[in-house]
């Protein structure tokens, strides 16, 4: 027996109240505290393929450009991402290394391609491994703020090893980058309505608008 599902109903549950509303249109007021909500985030799919997008151009300059510029009695040496972990690592800092490696660049692109996977199984109508979908999506909105790992590091050590004429460390351009591509994958999770997967298996064909 295949359930009916709330859009099927017509019906939608309020996020603020959690009141139970009628729908006549996908975005409307709730009846009892006229909270503004959605029976399905309108252009989910849209704003997350822009992000995601906008995710993967920012992660190339963020990898390019140094994160890091250091001055040694006036010698100057920037560290890209890459670049400042091979540096940890030849320093023998290999816990220290792994970390920054795990969340400065593996995480960032696991959660790309996590989106990606999320928005192929929306747009393929995939109606297999739903619930690992689902899971996915759970993962890649949790791991959003840990990114920020990196740009901590960064702003500790400039804090830290500030001391001036003989050696100073100052954030690089690759940090902004890297701010914004963090950002944008956040973004793309949160525009990402996990419902639609669902959809697939209801067989709800209607536009995702
Ligand atoms: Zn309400």
Redesign the pocket.
Known sequence: MQLKTAKQAGLGV?P????L?AMVLNQQR?V????Q?YQRKPYSMQYTLAWTIAAIIAFIPANMYPIMVFYKFGAREASTILGGIGTLARDGMYPVALIVFIASFVVPLLKIIGLIILMASVALRSRFQLEQHTQLFRIVEFLGPWSMLDVFVVALMTGIVNLGFISSIEAGAGINYFIFMVIATMFAAQSFDPRLLWDNKNNINESTK
């Not at 603020?16 to 009141?19: A, E, G, Q, V």
């Not at 009892?32 to 909270?35: D, I, S, T």
């Open positions: 309020c603020k109240c959690h009141k509303n709730c009892r505290c006229c909270a909500f």
